[in-house]
Each structure stands twice: as C-alpha cells, then as structure tokens.
C-alpha cells in the first residue's frame, strides 16, 4: 500500500511559471514531511521541510503547504528556471525525534522546465 | 567534507551470480538506510541499520542481505536469489535530515 500518494508523474512548464506538485498521505501519526530534488545520476537532495504544526513554509522560490485536516501538502516552485528541472519527490517520516528517521516516498515527479 | 560514498557508480554482472554494493559515511551518522529507485516507483527502502551489529527488513527486502560492522560502513550484497536486480540503489544516513549517496546503478544481464 502506498503510504504517500504524488501527482502528477511529470509536469512540463514554461520558465518564470509556477510548478505544483501535489502528495497525499493517510498515517495521521506522520509529524515530518520533507520534499526532495534529484538530479539524474546522483542522489536526491534535501528541498525544504514542513512539520504539521505549520500551514506553509518558504524558502526562496520554494513554498510547502500543508492541509493538516486534508492530509495533503503540496510544494510551489515560483517563478521555474530550466535548473529547476530534475525528478521530485515527497515523502514523510514517523518519529523524527527518534534515530530511526523511516521516510515513505511518494512515486516521484519529473519536471520539465521549458526556456 | 562530510558525506556518502557510494562504489562503483556503475556494476554490471552476470545473471546468478551475487553483488556487494558499498556504501561508507563519515558523518558519524548512527542510522544507516539502502533503497532501490526504480523508473515510477519511487524509492522503496531494502534495509536499514540504527546501530552497529543490528540491522532490520526494510519494505522489499528479499534477495538482498546487509552487514553492519562498522558504524562506517554498511555494505549491500544483491545475491542470485533478487528476482530483478537491475537497478538503481541508493544508501542514506540520518541523524536530523537524511543525506543520500551518489548512488549505484546495476545491470545484470
């Protein structure tokens, strides 16, 4: 079973547009929920991170928002640049104050910024 | 610089035949994870380790085995057993946030 669902599987925007990628979750027990960037051929890379406790977070281009009642969140790059083109992905973690650190990722999006 | 070392970037082997994969930290990061990254499918997590000598089933995890001797050093071993081997395997330490490798990725043929 999926535990973190993303959509869509790819996007392909104009540059200075805004991307949204969207993920949905069923665990209520969740409390982190970072996104992150990949690159083809190297790992991914920690974005930007949200805890449930907060509705939105921005960092630069780069904004999370998240519907606590919904269970969704959803990530908003503003103003996309062709560097932003890479694979995205959501996920979310029980128990982040513990060592164990188990992230559920969603399925991934690959994004496609055109010039 | 601290970070994750992952070897060889690219394996390839012969159907049958098992495969270590290595992953080394010098983060001082207790917890240790490998995943397998396939087209559509996301990262789906093998195995992973909180402490030296211990180590725990992750969601996909037959057909692969890990060791965890050194806090360092948690190496993957693909055996003959996985099904469909090919693929691209990522290793992760944690201790706030994860920090990934460079990743490995296996062919067999």
């Known amino acids: 079973q999926q535990q973190v669902k993303q959509s869509p599987q790819s996007l392909i925007v104009q540059k200075g547009g805004i991307s949204i990628i969207n993920c949905a979750y069923e665990n209520t027990a969740f409390d982190y929920f970072p996104w992150y960037q990949q690159f083809p051929g190297k790992g991914p890379a920690l974005l930007i991170a949200i805890r449930p406790d907060v509705s939105e977070k921005k960092e630069g281009r780069f904004t999370i928002s998240f519907n606590k009642s919904a269970k969704q969140f959803s990530l908003h790059i503003m103003d996309s640049q062709p560097g932003d083109s890479a694979t995205y992905f959501c996920?979310?973690?029980?128990?982040?104050?513990?060592?164990?650190?188990?992230?559920?990722f969603g399925r991934g999006t690959q994004l496609t910024v055109w010039p | 610089d601290g970070g994750i070392t992952q070897s060889p970037k690219y394996l390839f082997r012969k159907e049958g035949q098992n495969v270590t994969l290595s992953c080394e930290q010098n983060?001082?990061?207790?917890?240790m994870y490998w995943y397998r990254q396939d087209p559509g499918q996301g990262l789906r997590l093998i195995y992973y380790s909180q402490i030296v000598n211990d180590f725990q089933k992750g969601d996909i995890a037959e057909g692969y085995s890990v060791s965890r001797e050194k806090k360092e050093s948690f190496p993957l071993t693909v055996t003959s057993a996985q099904k469909n081997p090919t693929a691209f395997y990522l290793c992760a330490s944690f201790r706030t946030d994860y920090t990934f490798g460079s990743g490995t990725r296996l062919t067999v043929v």
């Open positions: 996920a979310a973690s029980l128990d982040r104050g513990s060592t164990l650190g188990r992230l559920y």
């Open positions: 983060l001082n990061h207790d917890a």
